[in-house]
């Protein structure tokens, strides 16, 4: 099984900051099949990013994704008070799905 | 518009079964497969497995091997995941979604099912 980890697991920001969060994969990960999800309190999480770097209808284009590999990357370049949530990178491999722990974004 | 709607809250003994299901609509329903994806109080996401609506043909994460069974009723677009032999550690919030599988991510849930383990 594929473990993802993420990082840093809490990032403390002010609106306006750039935040650049990490998730690395223990074996390689096409990144035909990394996604990024975003999850607010007491609601379902929701699609972010797929294919490592494609934003999923209407995501603001201030969220980019990059990475390969085993190493991925979401930024979100300026952030906005709605984008203080929990973000989670997943992998798809063999029809099964993992996901790493999350990284908490939080006003500062 | 796609809809995944969830049976409501569930409060079990340990020991005990919970049945949730999940409700499809503004799609067919046979074309995506459904995942069930849970959640634990402050947790992350676990996923637990997948029916393809269409065959009945279910994956389950090695975890659940045993203990879980996703079924569907396709003449209502309804999913079940049923998750027996309940333990304190299965309390938590349990969604359906879908599968887009030209985007390969989970692309619409359901609103979630919190299901509580307690004696």
């Known amino acids: 099984e594929i473990v993802l980890t993420q990082s840093p697991g809490t990032l403390s920001l002010s609106p306006g900051e750039r935040a650049t969060l990490s998730c690395r994969a223990s074996?390689?990960?096409?990144?035909?099949?990394l996604t990024w999800y975003q999850q607010k309190p007491g609601q379902a999480p929701r699609l972010l990013m797929y294919a490592a770097s494609s934003r999923a209808t209407g995501i603001p284009d201030r969220f980019s994704g990059s990475g390969s590999g085993t190493d991925f990357t979401l930024t979100i370049s300026k952030l906005e008070p709605e984008d203080f949530a929990v973000y989670y990178c997943q992998q798809y491999d063999t029809s099964s799905l993992t996901f790493g722990g999350g990284t908490k974004v939080e006003i500062k | 518009q796609v809809q995944l709607v969830q049976s409501g809250t569930e409060v079990k003994k340990p020991g005990a079964s919970v049945k949730v299901s999940c409700k499809a609509s503004g799609y067919s329903f046979t074309n995506y497969y459904l995942h069930w994806v849970r959640q634990a109080p402050g947790q992350g996401l676990e996923w637990m497995g997948r029916?393809?609506?269409?065959?009945?043909?279910?994956n389950y994460a090695q975890k659940f091997q045993g203990r879980v069974t996703m079924t569907r009723d396709t003449s209502i677009s309804t999913a079940y995941m049923e998750l027996r032999s309940l333990r304190s550690d299965d309390t938590a919030v349990y969604y359906c979604?879908?599968?887009?599988?030209?985007?390969?991510?989970?692309?619409?849930w359901g609103q979630g099912t919190l299901v509580t383990a307690s004696s």
């Open positions: 074996q390689s990960v096409s990144s035909t099949y």
């Open positions: 979604a879908t599968w887009e599988v030209v985007h390969n991510s989970l692309e619409y």
């Open positions: 029916i393809n609506p269409h065959t009945g043909d279910t």
